[in-house]
């Protein structure tokens, strides 16, 4: 739990992959502009590709919570939940990290935060003053991602499949499924999720700090 309640919340949004995580990051950033809340993503703190693990097959996977810097996440989620602002390197696939965009996240008393292992860290589950879990059929995800990654990682479809049976699933039976029932919120993105969203604004409204 944030001890900062008084000044900020904390809102963490986890999920297995292509659930929705980040959509459903932006929507709520786009409902709470005007408290211009700070959107913090975890996917900008992988690790490079030659620190990450490999499976037997010499394959890369980044569907483990050592794929990500944990200590550099949760020194700078506690540095923006403090008040202070945080730079932070945009993470984008296949891209030269030095030639990252740099970001500065300014802190407000609304910080949004997404990522698989949101929950698992423990550092950063007791930063969380309110949790979303999103749910969505397997079979609806591995089809977000088999997208996502043909179109933006240039992956191939037999290599996403691999990917998704010896890597994703693994990991969400393991690092993600575990914290389902103790959200505080869980959000079905599927036909139900403009009823959900509807349902978990009102719900987050009654947590937010006053002023």
């Given at each position: 739990?944030?001890?900062?309640?008084?000044?900020?919340?904390?809102?963490?949004?986890?999920?297995?992959?292509?659930?929705?995580?980040?959509t459903?990051?932006?929507?709520?950033?786009?409902?709470?502009?005007?408290?211009?809340?700070?959107?913090?993503?975890?996917?900008?703190?992988?690790?490079?590709?030659?620190a990450?693990?490999k499976?037997?097959?010499?394959?890369?996977?980044?569907?483990?919570?050592?794929?990500?810097?944990?200590?550099?996440?949760?020194?700078?989620?506690?540095?923006?939940?403090?008040?202070?602002?945080?730079?932070?390197?945009?993470?984008?696939?296949?891209?030269?990290?030095?030639?990252?965009?740099?970001?500065?996240?300014?802190?407000?008393?609304?910080?949004?935060?997404e990522?698989?292992?949101?929950?698992?860290?423990?550092?950063?589950?007791?930063?969380?003053?309110?949790?979303i879990?999103?749910?969505?059929?397997?079979?609806?995800?591995?089809?977000?991602?088999?997208?996502?990654?043909?179109?933006?990682?240039g992956?191939?479809?037999?290599?996403?499949?691999?990917?998704?049976?010896?890597?994703?699933?693994?990991?969400?039976?393991?690092y993600?499924?575990?914290?389902?029932?103790?959200?505080?919120f869980?959000?079905?993105?599927?036909?139900?999720?403009?009823?959900?969203?509807?349902?978990?604004?009102?719900?987050?409204?009654?947590?937010?700090?006053?002023?």
């Amino acid at each position: 739990m944030n001890n900062l309640k008084q000044k900020t919340i904390v809102i963490g949004i986890g999920g297995g992959s292509g659930s929705g995580k980040t959509t459903l990051l932006r929507r709520l950033g786009d409902f709470f502009n005007q408290e211009d809340p700070a959107i913090f993503s975890m996917d900008n703190y992988y690790n490079p590709i030659e620190a990450q693990q490999k499976d037997s097959n010499g394959i890369v996977n980044f569907d483990l919570p050592s794929a990500l810097n944990e200590d550099l996440l949760t020194t700078d989620l506690i540095t923006l939940a403090a008040g202070h602002p945080i730079e932070v390197k945009e993470y984008f696939f296949n891209s030269n990290p030095n030639k990252n965009v740099l970001l500065t996240i300014q802190p407000s008393k609304i910080i949004i935060v997404e990522g698989l292992f949101l929950f698992h860290y423990e550092r950063v589950n007791r930063l969380l003053d309110y949790t979303i879990f999103v749910d969505v059929d397997s079979d609806i995800q591995l089809d977000r991602r088999i997208y996502r990654d043909q179109e933006t990682r240039g992956y191939s479809r037999s290599d996403i499949i691999y990917q998704w049976e010896n890597h994703a699933l693994p990991c969400y039976k393991s690092y993600i499924l575990p914290y389902k029932n103790r959200a505080n919120f869980i959000y079905r993105n599927d036909h139900r999720a403009d009823e959900d969203f509807q349902k978990l604004t009102v719900s987050m409204a009654q947590e937010l700090p006053k002023t």
